[in-house]
């Protein structure tokens, strides 16, 4: 089973568009009681999440856990900081990179894997607004060719 293998809960598109990424990191989350629920009723946003390493722990700002319905008064905050679970080699390397200029922690998906809510954390550089041109440039090419030859094959 490959590493971000799983039911996928939530992605984070936008997150590849803005940033470069170089390497990934699979992470589990401390969560409360509802947050679980609503995780599994896919009622969660990464759009403009971040991970940030504070005194030797990784934590997941900004993601938004929504309400779970059934929670009544047990609901949690939906913005909360959420404490990440990695190795202390992992961190480490964390650590290093995220003191590099340029370089951010950007959650690119979440998912369930084995019952545990897992998330996985992409070190990513920024990209500049050419780069973004020439990634969408590329892209609409290739789908051109693969469309032509399509057309080719039906003939």
Do not use: S
């Given at each position: 089973m490959a590493r971000h293998e799983g039911l996928l809960i939530a992605q984070n598109k936008k997150a590849r568009h803005d940033y470069t990424i170089e390497d990934t990191f699979e992470a589990g989350i401390v969560l409360q009681g509802t947050e679980i629920k609503a995780i599994r009723a896919r009622r969660v946003n990464l759009k403009d999440s971040f991970a940030r390493v504070q005194n030797g722990e990784v934590f997941l700002h900004n993601m938004h856990i929504s309400h779970y319905e059934q929670g009544n008064r047990y609901n949690h905050d939906p913005l909360r900081t959420r404490k990440l679970l990695l190795h202390k080699k992992e961190i480490s390397k964390l650590i290093g990179v995220s003191k590099e200029s340029?370089?951010?922690?950007?959650?690119?998906?979440?998912?369930?894997?084995?019952?545990?809510?897992?998330?996985?954390?992409?070190?990513?550089?920024?990209?500049?607004?050419?780069?973004?041109?020439?990634?969408l440039k590329r892209k609409t090419a290739k789908r051109e060719i693969e469309k032509a030859f399509r057309e080719r094959q039906k003939m």
């Open positions: 340029g370089y951010a922690l950007v959650p690119l998906k979440l998912y369930i894997k084995n019952g545990f809510a897992k998330i996985l954390l992409g070190v990513g550089k920024g990209k500049k607004k050419y780069d973004k041109r020439e990634d």
